[in-house]
């Protein structure tokens, strides 16, 4: 019998109504465009990414001495070092540095994620790398979607589907819940031509309009980044995906 479930919520507000209950991990989604930033920069050398869920935060690190990232409703903010774009870590400015990030929805997610379990991020970059150091695990898995204030979003919801389509060819996972099957569902519609149903997306449109959607073909691109990251003391930190236990 398959011992491990798989569950995916669609949104923080629904977190506190999860099913799944005992030691998980939970896996945080924001393809546009937190998580797939975070592992951007922790790709190109940073090391370690700091979320905090309040622009105040960001400015105290700020202060501090600390690079950040920091964007609301999809602008940069006028202290930040960075916006909220994988392609503003590609240029060696974070090589060995600990950034902060603080978003609209990716970084609240996370915040409603460590109450939950063991807190790892994803995105189509990391694909790979994420399901198969999972796999490795004997947990239930939880998909937390970030969405767009509150509400559901297609383009974290198709990845998890991604993610539980990866899972369940281990042997050792099944489905937990309705929504879960719904994101394999529509990950199987968007997969033969991920970039061209990104386009139904809203915030796709959201992106557009600020002139921010340069990212958008970087984004649906499938295991660019073989990494995995958790969180450990508040910090987003590198496990090494061959092995088992953290590193």
Known sequence: MNNNSIEVCFSPALSEFIQTRGKSLVVVVDILRATTSMISALANGAKSVIPVSTVEKAMDLKKNGFPVAAERD????????????????????????????????????IQAAKELGE????????????????????????????????????????????????????RDYHIHCDSASAAVDLWNMAKND??????????????????????????????????????????????????????
């Open 194 to 247: 991920l970039r061209a149903y990104a386009e139904k997306a809203i915030h796709r449109e959201r992106l557009r309009f600020l002139g921010v959607d340069d990212v958008l073909d970087y984004s649906f691109q499938i295991d660019t980044s073989p990494i995995v990251p958790i969180l450990k003391d508040g910090e987003f930190v590198l496990i090494n995906p061959h092995r088992k236990e953290i590193v």
């Open 74 to 109: 999809g602008k940069l903010l006028n202290f930040a070092d960075f916006g909220n774009s994988a392609l503003d870590f590609m240029n060696g400015e974070v090589q060995g540095e600990k950034v902060v990030f603080t978003t609209t929805n990716g970084t609240m997610a």
């Open 119 to 170: 807190v790892l991020i994803g995105a189509f970059s990391n694909l790979s790398a994420l399901a198969g150091w999972i796999g490795m695990q004997n947990r239930n898995v939880i998909i937390l979607c970030s969405g767009w204030q509150n509400t559901f979003c297609l383009e974290d919801t198709i990845f998890a589907g991604a993610l539980i389509e990866k899972l369940l060819a281990n």
